[in-house]
Each structure stands twice: as C-alpha cells, then as structure tokens.
C-alpha cells in the first residue's frame, strides 16, 4: 500500500496538495476516452460489444479512481488512501472479467450450446480473489490474474488473426502494447519526476486502448451481427 513520499511532485491550491498532478492527467485522458469508447460500443448492439463496452466504463472508473488516489494520497487518512486503492484495483479486476467474456463469447460463437461452467467458475473466483485482496492488503493475485486473462485473450484472438478475422490484428497488438507497461512501471523507466513511469504507463495503456477499440469496432461488423446477436 502506498504511503506518502515527500518527494511525490505536487502542486497547492488554496492551501490542498494536489499530489502528481502529471499523473492525474494521464489518468484523466483514460477516464475520458474510455468514456467515450463506452458511448460508442452501445450502438452496435451485440454482446460482444456489450462485455467490451462494460470493460471500457470500468476501466473509465479505475482510472478516476487512480487520479483521486494519486491526487490526494493520505491527506485524508490512510483510510481513505487503502478504501480508494482498494476500490481502484477491484474495478479494474471486475473489468478484466469483461475483458475475458469478450474473448471467450466470440472464441465460441460457432458453438450452439457452449458451456457456462467456465463462465461461473470465472465469476466466483473473480469474487474470491476481490475478499483475499481485501484481507491480505495485497495486489499480487491480482496483477497476475490479470496477465493470465490478457495471455488467454492474445492467444483467441492471435489464432482468429492468422484466419484473417477483421479487426483480430489490431486488439492483438493492443494487448502486447499493454504488456510493455507492466515492464516500464516494474523497472520504474522514467524521463525524470515530472514524467515517471507511472505517466509513461498511462500513455503506453492509452495507445493499448485505443488499439483495442479499432479491433472491437472492425470486429462487430454487419457479418458479425448477422451471425449471432
């Protein structure tokens, strides 16, 4: 859990520290364009869409969730700071649920009767792993939760890549792009205070987003819908 770090760049208004403001900004454009990504996914009207549209909002929430954390850090209590850290990081485990069933739906959109076991099973464990990071205070199981749903994703739609499915390409690199920003905040690569690796990050997942949209938006194409809606 983070604490806070007197050298955290900040700026003062009216006498409140507002913590990495460069942060806050990168994480803002993200509550942004994924919000606008989420308005655009309703009209298509499938349910393909519909899941990735739902991964969209909460990543939209996750990372206004990340500005008031960054933003405020325990100024309010380190209550407050575990509550919005805690909240930041279940969204985002919520989304990644989404982020899956979007794979998984299309993975099987030949098979007339596909199985819900995976899909409950994944659901439980989602709520099992929210209850042990609520204990544990740790966010470990979550990151690697993540990695394996993002691996399992890159491997559906890499496959429906090589078939030449539309849009496959495009949400394929979005996920490898997504990857790099593990690896700059794990080293911590940063241009100085001003421009850390968090900020970096947020640019490298905001270029993953906006990736992951141009795939959605060619893959829910008319052929698509006609198929199964």
């Known amino acids: 859990m983070p604490t806070l770090n007197l050298h955290y760049t900040y700026i003062s208004l009216f006498g409140f520290k507002l913590f990495e403001p460069v942060t806050i900004l990168t994480n803002s454009i993200i509550t942004i364009y994924c ?8 009209k298509f009207n499938h349910q393909i869409s519909r899941h990735w549209g739902i991964f969209f909002l909460l990543m939209a929430l996750s990372s206004l969730l990340g500005s008031l954390t960054h933003g405020i850090h325990d100024q309010l ?54 209850v042990i990071t609520f204990f544990l ?53 940063s241009f100085g205070e001003w421009f850390n690796y968090k900020d970096i990050s947020h640019v490298i997942v905001l270029t993953s987003m906006i990736l992951l949209f141009k795939g959605v938006k060619t893959k829910i194409s008319p052929e698509l819908l006609a198929r199964n809606n």
Not at 35 to 42: A, D, E, H, Q, S
Not at 80 to 99: C, D, H, P
Request: glycine share 6%.
């Open 137 to 189: 205070n740790s966010f470990l199981l979550i990151k690697i939760h993540a990695g394996i749903v993002l691996l399992y994703s890159l491997i559906v739609h890499f496959i429906t890549f090589r078939n030449k499915h539309a849009g496959s390409g495009y949400i394929v690199a979005g996920i490898i792009i997504s990857f790099l920003s593990i690896v700059v905040h794990s080293l911590k690569f």
């Open 77 to 130: 209590g380190v209550t407050f700071l575990k509550t919005s850290w805690f909240l930041m990081n279940s969204v985002s485990l919520i989304g990644i649920y989404f982020f899956y069933r979007a794979a998984f739906i299309y993975s099987n959109l030949q098979k007339e009767n596909t199985t819900q076991i995976f899909n409950y099973a994944a659901l439980v464990w989602i709520i099992t792993l929210l």
């Open 35 to 42: 919000l606008f990504v989420y308005l655009r996914t309703l």
